[in-house]
């Protein structure tokens, strides 16, 4: 009878190490799981530099791999046509306020005191063509004079009668100064003068070449005394101002992700842990890149992320394989 109980209880306290055993393995499984873990690779942004004008390169100011900053010179063209182009411009523009102004101000004492000289004149002028018609009618009458003297002075009379209306209109003109029309056309051609010169003040700028933002020179394609056209690229310009990582998720753990979520970064060539969260989840599933590793099949649908990396430094390169851990939920 005590032989049965002793190996009733070791049975039983057999079977108790057994569960804490399966409870501390599961226990172990479930903190090794308490982290997803994904796989992918540095994505820093490049831009391709160049001029938005054509001309002569005159200056290459950076190296490959100098660090720039935003706003850092970093080649020139030869700007003499360009700075040609202002000055003509600029000339064009004064001739054209010149007209604008003279069409505003309308017409000086002067020009009025002429038209009205010319008015006067006029009216002498028929009168004096008057007398001698009436002198002519008298002539003619009494039998000194021929009807074709007559016919002239009363063509003469009519004459001085027209010049001394026209005259008068012109006085009329000359007090009333520009019509509207005019003066509208006077500043339509000075706007078109002054968008001209703010053309070629544009491309003097962009005669300049600066850097859009922070980063690193990768390639400096062309040197000094080179003709180069519009959008030629001179430069390739590695951005280091944020630093992407392009990962991604099964569907199965899909609904782990939102979002904002925060992940740490690491590297296989340092210790150094980086910080990040998740930028954007993309909604279309593709087929796994075969440059991405993951523990599942390479023919398994999956999503792409794009991970902000917050603190990033040298130590991450573009294309470099890194690991992404995400906390579970």
């Known amino acids: 009878m005590n032989i049965k109980l002793v190996r009733a209880a070791v049975l039983i306290t057999g079977l108790t190490v057994w569960g804490a055993y399966e409870l501390s393995q599961r226990w172990s499984t479930d903190v090794q799981d308490s982290r997803l873990t994904l796989y992918g690779n540095v994505d820093i942004r490049e831009v391709q530099l160049g001029f938005r004008v054509g001309g002569r390169l005159q200056t290459m100011n950076f190296e490959e791999g100098d660090a720039v900053e935003a706003g850092d010179l970093l080649a020139t063209l030869d700007d003499e046509p360009m700075r040609e182009a202002v000055a003509t411009a600029q000339a064009r523009v004064q001739e054209a306020q010149a007209r604008v102004d003279r069409a505003n101000t309308g017409s000086r004492p002067q020009e009025i005191l002429q038209a009205e000289a010319r008015v006067r004149e006029a009216r002498a002028a028929l009168a004096n063509a008057a007398q001698e018609l009436k002198r002519q009618h008298e002539l003619t009458e009494s039998g000194l004079s021929s009807q074709h003297l007559l016919d002239a002075a009363i063509a003469s009379r009519d004459q001085a009668a027209a010049r001394l209306a026209a005259n008068r209109e012109g006085l009329g003109l000359v007090v009333e100064g520009p019509r ?21 003040m544009t491309q003097l700028a962009d005669a300049q070449l600066l850097a859009p933002s922070k980063g690193v020179i990768l390639t400096r394609a062309r040197e000094p005394g080179s003709i180069v056209g519009m959008g030629a690229s001179v430069y390739t310009l590695s951005l280091t101002e944020t630093v992407y990582v392009r990962a991604y998720v099964d569907e ?13 970064v690491k590297t296989d060539s340092s210790d150094k842990v980086y910080q990040g969260q998740v930028g954007f989840i993309s909604p279309r599933a593709e087929f796994t890149p075969k440059t991405v590793e993951t523990p599942s099949l390479r023919t398994d649908l999956v999503f792409r992320l794009r991970i902000v990396v917050s603190d990033a430094d040298d130590g991450l390169r573009q294309g470099m394989p890194v690991t992404v851990e995400f906390p579970r939920a």
Request: hydrophobic share 55%; glycine share 6%.
């Open 180 to 200: 509207v029309e005019d003066i509208a056309a006077a500043e339509a051609s000075l706007a078109t003068a002054v968008a001209q010169r703010e053309q070629s």
């Open 252 to 264: 199965p753990n899909l609904g782990l992700l939102a979002p904002g979520a925060r992940v740490l």
